[in-house]
């Protein structure tokens, strides 16, 4: 099982902007659903986005009209572009990769999670 990077985060201030990228290296990336997930300290794994194969996403009401999903297929990466960051989204931020869409959900492959990338936000 080839594992997700994940890459970008860092130290931003409340409005900001960070972009994260994740790399799979694997030959069938064109045809992986992918998503992001997130967890702040003392709570649960959550849901961020998602994206498909078709390139059709979905987005936690959270994030909506906040976060941008992408992908590159040529480049084996998933992009997640971050505006208007609050101190809410401080979190580790985690890549996943092959998972599934159903009924407009992202539901995740449990065995492919990248390492994650931290990701503060200071007001």
């Known amino acids: 099982q080839v594992q997700p990077v994940e890459s970008g985060g860092g130290l931003v201030q409340a409005g900001g902007s960070l972009t994260l990228s994740c790399v799979v290296s694997r030959t069938d990336f064109s045809r992986l659903a992918m998503g992001w997930h997130r967890q702040a300290p003392g709570k649960q794994r959550e849901f961020v986005a998602g994206i498909h194969f078709t390139g059709g996403t979905k987005y936690a009401e959270s994030v909506k009209d906040r976060f941008t999903i992408s992908r590159d297929n040529d480049k084996k990466t998933m992009y997640l572009q971050m505006n208007s960051l609050k101190d809410e989204d401080t979190a580790v931020y985690y890549c996943?990769?092959?998972?599934?869409?159903?009924?407009?959900?992202?539901?995740?492959?449990?065995?492919?999670w990248g390492q994650g990338t931290q990701v503060t936000v200071s007001s």
């Open positions: 996943n990769s092959g998972g599934a869409f159903n009924s407009g959900r992202y539901f995740p492959n449990v065995r492919s």
